[in-house]
């Protein structure tokens, strides 16, 4: 696991106060996939309601605070691709 995919799991563990109802990928271009479902976080690349690619600048800047996932998903920094309001639930959770 890349130590990007191991900031990420820990930083949205600490963000998700109890499990997620649902299901979502985050693919992290060129590092790799992160789940979160019902049983937590972790790495992982499974099938999910929503998956969320970006790069690592963004993702990290998402993490931290520094970028709302609303305007990263506007400006193009953030694709959607599948349930938009399980994305939406997800942004309430990150931002």
């Known amino acids: 696991m890349s130590d990007v995919i191991g900031h990420a799991v ?14 979502a990928k985050f693919v992290i271009e060129d590092e790799g996939a992160i789940m979160l479902d019902g049983d937590g976080v972790r790495a992982g690349d499974e ?33 959607v691709s599948g349930d938009m309001g399980m994305a939406m639930k997800l942004g309430g959770v990150l931002g």
């Open 10 to 23: 820990e930083a949205l563990t600490a963000k998700l106060s109890g499990s997620f109802d649902g299901s």
């Open 47 to 79: 099938e999910a309601d929503v998956t969320l690619p970006a790069d690592t600048d963004t993702f990290r800047a998402i993490l931290d605070g520094d970028l709302n996932p609303t305007a990263a998903f506007m400006s193009g920094r953030l694709q």
